[in-house]
């Protein structure tokens, strides 16, 4: 199983970006999904969650600008950026729970990360 990330990029602030992370391989199922980010010389930090059923929680720091969404069939989680800060600049990990068979309990995979710059 691999989680494969795209969307990031450079933009001014107060721009919006849109991340996307499909999970591909065999996947029976997957539970939670996340989002983080990791800013220079700061330790990983939780930015959104769902759950499969659509549940969602936010980090304070981005309650009201970021939504984030999955698609269940197509195995894939996006976060869509709006009011982009500068403080937001980071690399950003997608994280999902997945089973690849009925018989084995759900392993956490982590994406390659995909570097958003927010520029002042």
């Known amino acids: 199983v691999q989680l494969v990330e795209s969307g990031g990029g450079l933009v001014q602030a107060g721009g919006s970006l849109r991340l996307s992370c499909g999970a591909s391989?065999?996947?029976?199922?997957?539970?939670?999904m996340r989002w983080y980010r990791q800013a220079p010389g700061k330790q990983r930090e939780l930015v959104a969650g769902i759950t499969t059923g659509g549940s969602t929680n936010y980090a304070d720091f981005v309650k009201g600008r970021f939504t984030i969404s999955r698609d269940n069939a197509k195995n894939t989680v996006y976060l869509q950026m709006n009011s982009l800060e500068p403080e937001d600049t980071a690399v950003y990990y997608c994280?999902?729970?997945?089973?690849?068979?009925?018989?084995?309990?759900?392993?956490?995979?982590w994406g390659q990360g995909t570097q958003v710059t927010v520029s002042s």
């Open positions: 391989g065999i996947v029976f199922s997957i539970n939670a």
């Open positions: 994280n999902a729970e997945i089973r690849s068979s009925i018989y084995t309990g759900p392993h956490t995979y």
